[in-house]
């Protein structure tokens, strides 16, 4: 995922021409969908998790 690669979903939006609520909404409809967490989130970005 690009996020993975950018550090953060703002990074990961801006490299893709969308908003950061857009992306933050579609990884959480995707981790809703799959029961998991795909990333580990916190004031400095997010990481993915293990």
Do not use: Y
């Not at 992306?23 to 959480?28: A, C, E, I, K």
């Amino acid at each position: 995922m690009i996020c993975d690669i950018c550090g953060s979903f703002r990074a990961a939006a801006e490299t893709r021409n969308l908003s950061q609520p857009t992306v933050s909404r579609s990884v959480r409809l995707l981790e809703r969908r799959l029961r998991v967490s795909l990333f580990e989130r916190d004031h400095k970005g997010a990481k993915p998790t293990a």
